[in-house]
């Protein structure tokens, strides 16, 4: 019903930006949240940041101030600026939705290394 593929991974300094997307195809309509989840080597996926159909956004206390998400069509995009190492993690977005049915589909996830 809905595919998702992230981008925009990479390897950054400390400080420094990036900004990834997550972009949606298929039956986007049916789409009522999207998110952005990390898993760093050793530890457990951890929930970054929400957007929901209209638009209301939360935030990990981890990365208030410094992460913004948005959308826009068909894409969901995270905004990562005053990087730290221990932003390190894959990333991956993640969308729930309802067609008849609930569910909830995942990216294949996209590297974020920070150097310090």
């Known amino acids: 019903q809905v595919q998702l593929v992230e981008s925009g991974g990479g390897l950054a300094q400390a400080g420094g930006s990036l900004r990834l997307s997550c972009a949606a195809s298929g039956i986007i309509g049916s789409i009522k949240a999207t998110g952005w989840y990390r898993q760093a080597p050793g530890k457990q996926r951890e929930l970054v940041a929400t957007?929901?159909?209209?638009?209301s956004t939360s935030y990990a206390d981890s990365v208030k101030g410094r992460f913004t998400i948005s959308r826009d069509a068909r894409t969901v995009y995270l905004q990562m600026n005053s990087l730290k190492p221990e932003d390190t993690a894959v990333y991956l977005c993640?969308?729930?939705?309802?067609?008849?049915?609930?569910?909830?589909?995942w990216g294949q996830g996209t590297q974020v290394t920070v150097s310090s």
């Open positions: 993640k969308a729930d939705g309802w067609y008849g049915l609930r569910y909830d589909v």
């Open positions: 957007i929901t159909s209209s638009g």
